[in-house]
């Protein structure tokens, strides 16, 4: 089954312990990105990548780190997190030049809370 | 600079009754435009996509979208509700085809009552 997978989907915890949010897609794709989610804000973009050790900083970059060492895995790590970083985030896949062209396909979020 | 905007951030009909959720957008490039659906507790998926082949657009679950550059809009429709619709849709902006820098606009969410 085609599917991009998060992990954690719920995690709680503290201000300044460093903490990576996986992804993981099984299509092959190309691009990925991490999105976080805020009520009255919509979608934001944090960070994306085109390929393999291509990553571009979105929208919303600050406090957050990306690495894409490989095709599939896209993780999303926050250094030193605080409160304001508390988010329902999704990671998200496409591919690149194929009839589906423009269809992202997200993972189903992990909720963070940064007490 | 492209952005999009839904207007309206909750909307509510009654089952049957016609379903309009609305979406502007401003690109200084012919936009790829898209509207994504959220159920609770899940990620977005796609409903339609607008890439210029044709003005109205058809997607999954009887939605449809008219692309209409001189109002700028890209409104979703669908005839007849079912509370099955009852979700946040989010309209989305890109200057190209595959989507890959995707600008949401806030969201609205559908509410469906029998």
């Known amino acids: 089954e085609a599917q991009v997978t998060q992990n954690p989907r719920y995690l709680i915890t503290v201000t300044g312990k460093k903490l990576t949010v996986t992804c993981s897609q099984n299509?092959?794709?190309?691009?990925m990105s991490w999105y976080r989610q805020d009520p009255g804000l919509g979608l934001r973009q944090i960070y994306y990548?085109?390929?393999?050790?291509?990553?571009d900083k979105g929208d919303v970059p600050e406090g957050y780190k990306v690495s894409r060492k490989e095709k599939r895995n896209f993780p999303l790590i926050l250094e030193s997190p605080s409160p304001n970083q508390t988010s329902l985030y999704f990671c998200a896949s496409s591919s690149l030049g194929s009839p589906k062209d423009g269809e992202l396909f997200f993972g189903e979020g992990s909720r963070l809370t940064v007490l | 600079a492209q952005s999009v905007t839904q207007l309206g951030s909750h909307v509510s009909v009654s089952e049957g009754a016609l379903v309009l959720l609305r979406c502007n957008y401003s690109s200084s490039v012919p936009p790829y435009l898209f509207w994504y659906v959220q159920y609770p507790n899940q990620g977005l998926q796609l409903l339609l996509k607008y890439t210029s082949a044709a003005t109205l657009v058809k997607g999954i679950n009887g939605f449809e979208a008219e692309f209409k550059k001189s109002e700028t809009s890209f409104h979703l429709t669908k005839p007849s509700a079912h509370m099955s619709d009852a979700a946040e849709y989010f309209c989305?902006?890109?200057?190209?085809?595959?989507?890959?820098?995707?600008?949401f606009g806030k969201g609205t969410t559908l509410s469906v009552s029998s």
């Open positions: 299509m092959n794709h190309e691009y």
């Open positions: 990548s085109m390929n393999v050790e291509v990553t």
């Open positions: 989305a902006v890109s200057f190209n085809q595959a989507g890959t820098a995707l600008i």
